[in-house]
Nanobody, 122 residues
Framework: EVQLVESGGGLVQAGGSLRLSCAVSGFTFDDYAIGWFRQAPGAEREGVSCISMSDGSTSYADSAKGRFTISSDGAKNTVYLQMNSLKPEDTAVYYC???????????????WGQGTLVTVSS
């Protein structure tokens, strides 16, 4: 059974930083990716960033480029999202998910975390 557990959310002032963690377990194959998504109140879920667990390649949404960095620690089976220069519009529940086919019509999900709330005050 695939399990993903996020941590690291909280309240931060605009311009501050947070690091989210996603601990992954239960995967039986290597060719998958971990994506970070977020959903603000009243808004649709938005893909933020993704990292391939096979080759480490990364992708970012325009809203995250230059401010967020995704990374992985294979020994700990954990993926991180370092978020710098946070803005009030970054306020959302952040989720990590195991998937294949990031940002494609064939994107397939294999598990979701429970979410962690990030609140950025102005």
């Amino acid at each position: 059974e695939v399990q993903l557990v996020e941590s690291g959310g909280g309240l931060v002032q605009a311009g501050g930083s947070l690091r989210l963690s996603c601990a992954v377990s239960g995967f039986t194959f290597d060719d998958y990716a971990i994506g970070w998504f977020r959903q603000a109140p009243g808004a649709e879920r938005e893909g933020v960033s993704c990292i391939s667990m096979s080759d480490g390649s990364t992708s970012y949404a325009d809203s995250a480029k230059g401010r967020f960095t995704i990374s992985s620690d294979g020994a700990k089976n954990t993926v991180y999202l370092q978020m710098n220069s946070l803005k009030p519009e970054d306020t959302a529940v952040y989720y990590c998910a195991a998937l294949t086919g990031w940002a494609s019509p064939l994107m397939t999900f294999y598990g979701w975390g429970q979410g962690t709330l990030v609140t950025v005050s102005s």
